[in-house]
């Protein structure tokens, strides 16, 4: 599985997260997780870089957090999506595909 | 609203770190447990399983620190630990962060003392409402050239305060003497004769009871208000609250003290704060022929403070102000129409007229301040070289640069906040200290506030940068390698660096100690100068009042005790005059002086010349040479013919060519009394210790009676030992005399000399600060190169080297740093001598004995903090210094 660089991921992360939690509320691994599915396997995303997006969302009102009980009856933290995160994930949605619209576009112009 | 939430997280990581981190703690654990269990649920065995997930988390504790640094409130919690190290340190090191804290305090304090100075001088705005919208107004001529009496009328006054529409309001004062009886105790106090709306226009609210009401007339019965300053109320009545309502005798009328003013108002003159406030209609109420005075439209003795209209600027307020003064002074015949009013902003003119001797006395604390930095530079780079195995260690384990620089520049700044502290106390006591080293009238308000504050805050961090920055970057140049092969070129540099900046230290001190010295030779020069009267002369000078009695009982007081006094024992002799030299009555009054067919470009007017009133004996008593003709004497009285002595320059520029003995002139134009001209005295200085020579005169008192006059005893003994005797003696004579106030000729030519003396004192201080703080900083380099040498010197001791050889090889290595300081000092101070020209007065800026004797004082103080460290040198035992390493 091909490991992208995280300057990459930088913006696509925090984008990759809101729209795995739009699913529902969901713990660290459940995002991870989530994400590998939608993205077919595409980006695995460490802890490292899992945990401190989730934490910063959180702080920026994006997603919210809760202690709650796992599929398997285990304590776990869950996050769920904000109203300012749903209106963030809006706007990340848009502006990804500017970019990757006008990626397309400059990678077909010869 | 994300705001909010932000703020919340930042304060929650802030201030419950235990939870936040217990919570993230959990969280990890249980997403490596869930972990583990998907991995068992894949088939591994518990051991692969638990191997497996914590290969996937990847470290526990990275994690951590990278969740840690994506807090909102991380930079805090690092910025807090740093400063729990950095306190560490510092206590680790007792005698460095001494003496740091110490010269950090010296040399941030002078500077935050000289910036209330400053502040308080010429850079702070009046303690009034909208001062930033104050100006001031005075009268030049239409061409614009400066006129002799800048002042206002009373009408001018009254057009500009009913016509204005660019200013919101307009006050007039004048400043004059009032004489108040209290119980049995007359005084003679400033007073500030103010319009009746002029606390309400500049906004200010009483420390107790009331201000005026700007009420033109008051009620017939109602009693006459006057205002205390509040240093007045301190100083005569011990801030009692008592006094408020009680009635005073001020100018012969009861007056009632209807309030006393802020501590913080000092009045709008940096130069006078007046003792006592009275509204125009009490003023006129105690002489009603100064209301003829000073509404006539040819008397112009109001100054005019006025507050700007919000958004208009002081030039539409000018050109409207001037429109309105032309349509008034046109229609007054006894008007000056040449007089155009200008306006200017309060603040801007303060910054104007005092601003370059700030901002010089600014830069000489700046100076000391860079002493004080390069002292604890040096401390730092010794210290840094000391902690080079710690900084390469802590290299070594992974930490940045980057993060080691602000490590370091956090200590710096805990540094420079505790001495900031120190120097905030050192400063306070500076100010506190200044009032008592000047005389209770000036205006200034020196005081500690948010703006010192905040000087004090900005000067500290500029602190840390000037002395963090260097050792900073220096250690970030350590390398983990050179580090291991101690002892091999590593103190060069920063040992070239230390030199630099010791060498700078003490130039500097040579310049300020050079500014001190000329200083002080201009104190010298213009108290040993001749200024037309024997200063050095035993004199007993007695102001006094004779509120009572008439001109001709006056007269025969004059002369009766001119008769008297002289038998009382120890009193050699005796005078009267209007003013003496330097007196603190401006010495303004002026006659206009006509003589026929001199052409005076004042038209019939005449030219003005200055003058005093003196009786007979003047001359002998105060010392003044009578270099032609005769002096005034006791023939020259009402009866005989006008008479006058006017001094050389008079004769120079009235008469010149010819003798002026003999010669007549006019008094008050070409209609005026006609004058014979019968002696001429030596120039002498007449207002100021410096001053150009120009025309005076003196006139026989007995011909040219005026209100004030000043008594004039000299003797052999003390003459405050007469003062008794002699306020009996006039008793005796006049009971209507009542003595207000005596002085000797020291103290008053001490109060004349004020300004030069304060600023020998400030310099020489500042200078001998500076002195001692590059003593300090060589000595500290001294010891420094010692310590590191003791291997050295234990080698050349055991292969024979005499104490004595040490010592001199020490002493002479920093006598060659202090030595080069001294003539880059001298060098530095002959190139900036222009700098220093306008404040000196009978002596050169390069005077060679001044820079001979700076030099000798410095390189004595600097030798000797030499000394110290090369004596301790000597003491060196081989043995130990050999075994040492």
Known sequence: MPHEPTTLLQGTLDLLILKSLLAGEMHGLGVSRRIEQITSGTFAVK???????????????????????????????????????????????????????AIAQALQAS | MSLLIKLRSFLHNLFSVRSVEADLDHELQSHLEMLIEENLRSG????????????DLGGLEQVKEQVRDERLANWLHSVISDSRYALRQLRKNPGFTTVAVLTLALGIGVNIAMFSIADAVALRPLDVKDAARIIRMWNKKVSGAYAADPGFSWPEFEAFRSGSHSLSGIVASDRRGVLLRHGEETRQLLA????????????????????????????????????????????????DPQIVGKTVVANQLECMVVGILPRTYRGTEAFLNPDVYVPLPTWYAMNSSERIHYEAADVREFQLLG???????????????????????????????????????????????????????????????????????????????????????????????????????????????????????FADWIIHLLPSLMPPIFGFNFRMDARTAAFAVAVSILTVFIAGIAPALGSMRTSIAATAKEHATSGRRTGRLKNVLVVVEVAISAMLLIAAGLLIRTLIAVRSQDLGFDQARKMLIVTFDNTGDSADQYQAFLLQALERLPAAPGVQS????????????????????????????????????????????????????????????????QTSEPVAVINEMSARSLWPGQDPIGQHFRIGGSRGKDVEVVGIAQDG?????????????????????????????????????????????????????????????????????????????????VGVLALILAAIGLYGVISYSVSRSTHEIGVRMALGAAPSDILWSVIARGATLALTGVVLGLLAAVAFRSVMASMLFGVRP???????????????????????????????????ALRYE
């Open chain 1, 47 to 101: 802890p490292g870089s899992l945990f401190p997006a989730l934490h910063r969302m959180e702080e920026q009102g994006w997603i919210s957090s809760f202690w709650g009980d796992s599929e398997n009856n285990r304590r776990a933290k869950f996050y769920r999506l904000t109203k300012p995160g749903r209106k963030q994930l809006e706007l990340e949605t848009k502006r990804w595909g500017r970019i990757s619209w």
């Open chain 2, 44 to 55: 591994m065995s518990p051991n692969e399983a638990r191997r497996a997930a914590q290969i």
């Open chain 2, 192 to 239: 500030n004769i103010v319009s009746p709306n002029y606390f309400d226009v500049l906004g200010i609210k009483p420390a107790r009871g009331r201000l005026f009401v700007a009420d033109e007339f008051p009620a017939p019965d109602a009693p006459h208000p006057i205002v205390f300053s509040f240093d007045f109320w301190q100083r005569e009545y011990n801030g």
């Open chain 2, 307 to 425: 507050k700007l209209q919000p958004g208009v600027s002081p030039v539409q307020a000018q050109v409207e102000l001037a429109a309105i003064q032309k349509l008034v002074n046109d229609q007054l015949p006894k008007a000056d129409p040449d007089r155009l009013v200008t306006v200017k902003l309060d603040l801007d003119e303060k910054r104007q007229s005092l601003g370059t001797v700030v901002l010089l006395l600014l830069c000489i604390t700046g100076l000391v301040l860079l002493i004080a930095c390069a002292n604890v530079v040096n401390l730092l780079l010794a210290r840094a070289e000391a902690r080079r195995t710690e900084i390469a260690m802590r290299l070594a384990i992974g930490a940045s640069r980057l993060r080691l620089v602000r490590q370091l520049l956090t200590e710096m700044l805990v540094l420079a906040c505790i001495a900031g502290v120190f120097a905030y106390l």
């Open chain 2, 574 to 637: 005796v005078a009267f005059a209007g003013r003496i030299p330097m007196w603190e009555s401006g010495g303004g009054a002026y006659k206009l002086v006509w003589i026929p067919g001199f052409n005076t470009g004042w038209g019939e007017e005449g030219v003005r010349v200055n003058y005093t009133a003196v009786s007979p004996g003047y001359f002998s008593t105060i010392g003044t040479r009578i270099v032609r003709g005769r002096p005034i004497n006791a023939r020259d009285n």
């Open chain 2, 685 to 765: 200085h007449y207002n100021e210790p410096i001053e150009d020579p120009r025309p005076y005169m003196f006139l026989p008192m007995a011909q040219d009676p005026s209100g004030d006059t000043v008594l004039l005893i000299s003797t052999k003994l003390d003459p405050r030992s007469l003062v008794g005797s002699i306020r009996s003696q006039l008793r005796s004579i006049d009971p209507n005399v009542r003595v207000l106030a005596t002085t000797t000729l020291q103290e008053h030519m001490r109060v004349a000399l004020f300004a030069n003396r304060i600023l020998v004192k400030l310099v020489t201080s």
């Open chain 2, 846 to 880: 390069a005077d060679p004995l001044t820079f001979v004797l700076v030099a000798f004082v410095l390189l004595s103080v600097t030798l000797l903090a030499c000394y110290v460290p090369a004596w301790r040198a000597t003491r060196v035992d081989p043995v130990v």
